[in-house]
């Protein structure tokens, strides 16, 4: 073989190398694969049942589902479970989260409700109790790495089936090299969406190209049209995760589904 043709093959093999996914053993992948997952447990669209709440995720295991959920840090370091970074939308407090503690924060009732607060972490798995697999999305902040600490110490103590994902790929990454044994997911959308990103960051994202870093064992992707090299990764045994559904027709083309507003099978 000639050097110029060797230089072409290395080449073409440069875009597969970025995208190869980790390996996930036969015993992981039957945990968490067919089945579907309650989206920030099982609440409602009015929110009369608010998202990521205690009660949201007790009708989750009642339901027997699988459920996703959000960690982030408060101001004075405690894991609590809470999606968007502001207080705005769910709570009505001009804030963000990790601007006031914990105890600050569990005086704050989620959507007008008398009954729901912002929970700990710790309260969710005490409650879940290993009743059904949790998929933990850990949120992007200032504090990451003591985030992922924090939530991996509290996920050692727990006796029930989990796994990880993140759409920063760092923080994957921090779970591939401390925590290998954990399943790990890669949370991803079309470049489009990523609108607080310069373009060039947002394509590699957009496109998984960042699994060179973290090697996802899953890609958890928007319910959009995907990129190809995420097809390509998939193909290559990524497994295929979707969120967030609306309809059960997704289970057809999907290894899991999380859902919301309406009540599939628990397994497909």
Known sequence: MTMKKRN????????????VPGHASKGQKAVFTRRNYAHRGLHTKDQSIPENSLRAFRLAVENGYG????????????????????????????????????????????????????????EVLAQVNGDTPLIVELKTGKRNNELCNKTYKLLQNYKGNFCIESFNPLIVSWFRFHAPEILRGQLATIPE?????????????????????????FIAYDIEKKPFPVRIAEMMGALKVCWTSHDPINEASNDAVIFEYYKPATKY
């Open 8 to 19: 072409i093959l290395l080449l073409a093999a440069v875009p597969f190398f970025l995208l």
């Open 67 to 122: 459920m996703e959920l959000d960690v982030q840090l408060s101001k004075d370091g405690q894991v609590v479970v809470f999606h968007d970074d502001t207080l705005n939308r769910i709570c009505g407090v001009d804030k963000r989260v990790d601007e006031l503690t914990y105890e600050e924060l569990k005086k704050l009732s989620l959507a007008g409700s008398i009954k729901d607060h912002i929970p700990l972490f710790s």
């Open 193 to 217: 969406k990523y609108v607080e990103q310069k373009p060039a960051l947002a394509f590699l994202l957009g496109n998984c190209l960042f699994n060179v870093l973290a090697r996802p064992q």
